[in-house]
């Protein structure tokens, strides 16, 4: 009898279908960083159809922050450039549901929501260049601690399409001075999963002001010699989406993400992310 795992602690080294049949039944509903190691682990942004077009350009206009993995067809629940058994409606650890730009709630399912019109996007997430730095030996903070990564608003603004825009959201992981050259050239070898950070050091410089307070996820600790690096983040849609304030948008709850069954060192850019 295979064994309902319920913790992170259990989940870390489970295989792919052990954890997705965990979040698909709502038994599962945590950080998603450091599962299913080597999957694709992406964010998602679902709009109704009239909504679509001008959030498809945004997202060509944004590709740091918003790096396509793939698009469905209106109304369809699969993205199939993520894998035809990946469901939208129940796949994600944990969703929020905005009415007119305001968070209305937070749900493990999407069925009851689910419409005709909905169209989905995956947008690539920063945990496929944190495998990576854990491959090089750099330590993540907030997996080791079993927390969230900290996610700020930053005043660093977005190139607006129709109704979307607003300012980057970025995720932050300390990193020791001596090896930021590493990090720069590990990230950028991963367009899809944002790439190189975005700023390092001051968090003030990009309009962070307290770095023990951030707006998603959970503080950690930067240590002696550790320096605080920036990484665009694919929470970034969600501020556009409350910029935007359509009468419904699903997003992923932050840290909870969509895991896919195409390998995170394979799955290509989207066609769309021609620049």
């Known amino acids: 009898m295979q064994q309902d795992l319920t913790k992170f602690s ?155 825009g607003g300012g980057m959201v970025v995720s932050m992981r300390p990193i020791s001075k001596e090896r930021i050259d590493e990090v720069y050239e590990i990230c950028r070898k991963y367009p899809l999963a944002h790439g190189a950070p975005v700023h390092v050091g001051d968090p003030a410089e990009i309009g962070i002001l307290t770095i023990d307070a951030p707006d998603w996820g959970n503080p950690v600790p930067i240590e002696d010699g550790e320096v605080p690096v920036f990484w665009a983040c694919g929470v970034t849609p969600q501020v556009a989406i409350m910029t935007a304030k359509p009468p419904l948008s699903i997003t992923h709850a932050p840290g909870a993400m969509l895991i896919a069954d195409v390998s995170e060192q394979t799955a290509p850019l989207y066609p769309y992310n021609d620049n």
């Open 10 to 164: 259990e989940l870390a080294g489970a295989a792919m279908g052990q954890v997705r049949a965990a979040i698909r039944s709502g038994r599962y509903s945590g950080h998603t960083a450091g599962l299913a190691h080597g999957k694709l682990q992406c964010n998602l942004a679902i709009l109704p159809g009239e909504y679509a077009d001008a959030f498809h350009e945004f997202c060509r206009l944004n590709p740091k922050a918003c790096p396509l993995a793939g698009v469905s067809n209106p109304g369809e629940p699969v993205i199939v450039e993520l894998g035809e058994a990946v469901d939208i409606r129940t796949d994600a650890a944990r969703y929020n549901i905005y009415r007119h730009g305001k968070l209305d709630q937070q749900v493990s399912e999407l069925n009851a929501c689910w419409q005709d019109d909905l169209v989905s996007f995956a947008i690539g997430c920063s945990f496929t260049f944190e495998n990576a730095l854990r491959i090089a030996g750099f330590p993540m903070r907030h997996i080791d601690l079993d927390r969230t990564v900290p996610m700020y608003r930053t005043s660093i603004e977005t190139h607006q399409s129709g109704p979307f």
